[in-house]
């Protein structure tokens, strides 16, 4: 179920629903905030990279689930680079926030610009992804998976309740 907060009076809350089932009268439920990335997708996402790991299916370099998870986060969100470290001609290092913040001798060579410039990103986080970014990543994993021939009872299963809903 969707709904949407209307107004709040004290304590009571007035909501719209705008998707799904309507609640039950008599039961408690917990609210989450939906333009950030949800419990369920969280839950969904972690079970995804889990049986994937399983199947040994995906080319990453990948020893453990954590590592999968990485290489997956990098490949498939909008992370880019922190800084930038390059040397001049003299080998003195420089350190940058911005691309354009190096020399334009430097990336107007290509030569030059892999010889002499290194960028920095963190590790991308499903924590900090949004609720339309977790979508993109999901389905993105899921088509991946198929692709590589990912199978099984669980994964079918998984894949029943994801398009059915």
């Not at 290509?110 to 979508?135: C, F, H, M, Q």
Request: hydrophobic fraction near 35%; charged fraction near 30%.
């Amino acid at each position: 179920m969707k709904i949407l907060v209307v107004s709040i009076y004290g304590e009571t809350i007035n909501v719209r629903l705008t998707g799904g089932k309507p609640p039950e009268v008599g039961t408690e439920y917990f609210l989450e905030d939906a333009t950030r990335g949800t419990g369920a997708q969280n839950r969904f996402f972690h079970v995804l990279i889990r049986i994937y790991f399983q199947s040994g299916c995906f080319s990453d370099d990948a020893l453990t689930e954590a590592e999968l998870k990485r290489c997956i986060l990098r490949r498939l969100t909008s992370w880019k680079m922190e800084k930038f470290a390059y040397s001049d001609r003299e080998g003195k290092l420089h350190v940058v926030r911005e691309r354009s913040d190096i020399p334009q001798w430097i990336m107007d060579d290509p030569e030059e610009k892999k010889a002499r410039v290194i960028g920095y990103a963190p590790d991308p986080r499903w924590s900090d992804t949004d609720l339309k970014e977790r979508n993109h990543i999901i389905k993105s994993l899921i088509s991946e998976m198929n692709t590589t021939g990912v199978s099984g009872q669980e994964f079918e299963g998984i894949l029943k309740e994801f398009y059915d809903g």
